[in-house]
């Protein structure tokens, strides 16, 4: 087992919902001792927080569609200023377009961008069968890693929920909204020369053992990230 290398610190993980990047993000980032920064997981935060910038990013995520990039700037720009994003992150959610790609760009340069592979069909069964325990935050499938009990958390008895946008008429549109707006940063990526296509289909210890060793391989080619 190698460690990822220890240049490539400042990473994007990008793909389409369902493509196992919070798992992968949280697994590499702890590896590489930078933080984790998903601006959904900071989005629903201030969603349960009530905060005046929840309230108004709420209505668009229930409905699976992207949160005005003002909003996510605000609350992502105010994260990576704090000093423990100042030498490495892995950005997990961020940037969605291209318009927030360019912003990206300004506030920091980038190592590498992995872009999580999977198939359509697969990402489909994985989100709209994903439950999540709303006291310890296990995330179960009702397929692959179905609870014991049936809706019930293996660990606290409690009554599994689904994330609205895991419902299946939100995850058609995330599905959508990711081919129309996030796809085409693949190209950008790869002419800047940061791309590195990881098949992220199998078990996640799969999953993070391809991810090693792509961080560890030294990059293609050292273009300009002139974005
Ligand atoms: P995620 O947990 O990354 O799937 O994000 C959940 C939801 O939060 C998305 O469907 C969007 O509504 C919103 N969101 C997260 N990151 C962004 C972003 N970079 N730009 C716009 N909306 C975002």
């Given at each position: 087992?190698?460690?990822?290398a220890?240049s490539a610190r400042r990473?994007v993980?990008l793909g389409?919902?369902g493509a196992g990047?919070?798992?992968q993000?949280?697994i590499?980032?702890?590896e590489?001792?930078?933080?984790?920064l998903?601006?959904?997981?900071m989005l629903?935060?201030a969603?349960?927080e009530?905060t005046?910038?929840?309230?108004?990013?709420d209505?668009?995520?229930?409905?699976g569609g992207?949160v005005?990039?003002?909003?996510?700037?605000?609350?992502?720009?105010?994260r990576l200023r704090?000093?423990?994003?100042a030498?490495?992150?892995v950005?997990d959610?961020?940037p969605?377009n291209?318009?927030q790609?360019?912003?990206?760009a300004?506030?920091?340069?980038?190592?590498?961008?992995?872009?999580?592979?999977?198939?359509?069909p697969?990402?489909?069964?994985?989100?709209?069968?994903?439950r999540?325990c709303?006291?310890?935050?296990?995330?179960y499938?009702?397929t692959?890693?179905p609870p014991?009990?049936?809706?019930?958390?293996d660990?606290?008895?409690?009554a599994?929920?689904q994330r609205p946008?895991?419902?299946p008429d939100?995850v058609g549109v995330?599905l959508?909204?990711y081919a129309e707006?996030?796809a085409?940063?693949?190209?950008?990526?790869?002419s800047a020369g940061?791309l590195?296509?990881?098949?992220?289909?199998?078990?996640?210890g799969?999953v993070?053992e391809?991810?090693?060793?792509l961080?560890?391989?030294?990059?293609?080619r050292?273009a300009?990230?002139?974005l």
């Open positions: 087992m190698t460690a990822p220890a990473l993980f389409p919902p990047k919070g798992t993000a949280a590499v980032a702890a590489l001792g930078v933080p984790h998903s601006t959904g997981d629903r935060a969603v349960r009530g005046e910038l929840g309230k108004a990013a209505a668009h995520m229930r409905a992207l005005p990039d003002a909003l996510v700037l605000e609350i992502l720009g105010e704090k000093p423990d994003a030498t490495g992150f950005l959610g961020f969605r291209l318009a790609a360019k912003e990206l300004r506030r920091s340069p980038l190592d590498a961008v992995l872009w999580f592979e999977l198939p359509r697969v990402l489909v069964e994985r989100l709209t069968g994903r999540v709303p006291t310890c935050g296990t995330v499938n009702v692959s890693r014991r009990v049936e809706g019930r958390c660990r606290e008895g409690a599994l929920d946008d895991d419902r939100a995330r959508r909204v707006q996030t085409p940063l693949l190209e950008h990526y790869r940061l590195r296509p990881l098949d992220a289909a199998g078990s996640p799969d993070t391809r991810l090693r060793r961080l560890a391989a030294p990059p293609a050292r300009s990230q002139g």
